[in-house]
């Protein structure tokens, strides 16, 4: 079971950037692709990017491409998301999520929150106008 923990979140101006870490320990962290999403008050859970752990895919949203990075840190164990450029509709909780073995890594499949597990707790995004 891999355990993932989030950290970075907080408010920022609209414009802005903050970066945003996800912590992983458990199982070996390699043979996982990590996932980020994201949700508003009263809205669904949304894609925000996926990467491929080992071979270093990595999808984007269309709304935050071009804007958002997604990187990882093999000797930290820590998958990053550089968010640029933010916007009021940015404000989300962040949640980082290990794609489930078996999975394959589509942009269709990780799209889908319901194919990852080991989701951690969350961070609060808020971009103030």
């Known amino acids: 079971q891999v355990q993932l923990v989030e950290s970075g979140g907080g408010l920022v101006q609209a414009g802005g950037s903050l970066r945003l870490s996800c912590a992983a320990s458990?199982?070996?962290?390699?043979?996982?692709?990590m996932g980020w999403f994201r949700q508003a008050p009263g809205k669904e859970r949304e894609f925000v990017g996926a990467?491929?752990?080992?071979?270093?895919?990595?999808y984007y949203a269309d709304s935050v491409k071009g804007r958002f990075t997604i990187s990882r840190d093999n000797a930290k164990i820590t998958v990053y998301l550089q968010m640029n450029s933010l916007k009021p509709e940015d404000t989300a909780t962040y949640y980082c999520a290990g794609l489930k073995l078996g999975t394959p890594f589509t942009v269709a499949a990780t799209t889908i929150p319901s194919n990852f597990g080991s989701w951690g707790q969350g961070t609060q995004v808020t971009v103030s106008a």
């Open positions: 990467i491929n752990w080992s071979r270093g895919i990595i």
């Open positions: 458990g199982r070996t962290f390699s043979s996982y692709a």
